[in-house]
């Protein structure tokens, strides 16, 4: 079966500030990838997902991600944030042609300051 | 507004009790997928529904059951509650059926709710 791990619990930046929220998975199979992000009192949106091709994939709110087969990871980058992309990260992998329900990490809260 | 829509927002009931809720997926989806998120065990896939029938259970428990109606709705029904079923209930939707990952869900607003 599929694994995820985020490694930061919590990642504090400042505004305007890159910032990188890591993500490694555990599979024996190709996967399929994605981060979702969860705003306060609401559900998950999907922000990308990594399918096949390009292994680096661009996303909504200015965020991308990069595909890395040999490290099996999938970390989670913006090049500046802003105040409201405080909010909690998940990523999630599912097997491609498998059990296609995906495995969600624990989350990442990223915590923007001015 | 995702367009999959859960109610109610919030509830709160007794141990023992047993509560109901609801999920209608977004327009033109087929499929239904309820978790579970706690601050323990993170976000727990409950079960899955493509156009009425059941395709995938997760660790549900077997207090815990679903059903999608014809018109695509889906209820999940939690009973004899305990303090540790205390959590978000969200559900999910997608266009498809197995292939359904590979699109990303839309999910809910989700449920909160607290046993008392």
Known sequence: AQSVTQLDSQVPVFE????ELRCN???SVSV???W???YPNQGLQLLLKYLSGSTLVKGINGFEAEFNKSQ????LRKPSVHISDTAEYFCAVSISGGSY???FGRGTSLIVHP | DSGVTQTPKHLITATGQRV?????PRSGDLSVYWYQQSLDQGLQFLIHYYNGEERAKGNILERFSAQQFPDLHSELNLSSLELGDSALYFCASSVAGNQGASYGYTFGSGTRLTVV
């Open chain 1, 16 to 19: 305007e500030a890159p910032v």
């Open chain 1, 25 to 27: 998975y555990s599979s």
């Open chain 1, 32 to 34: 399929y990838l994605f």
């Open chain 1, 36 to 38: 979702y992000v969860q």
């Open chain 1, 72 to 75: 099996t990871s999938f970390h």
């Open chain 1, 101 to 103: 329900i995906p495995t």
């Open chain 2, 20 to 24: 109901t809720l609801r999920c209608s």
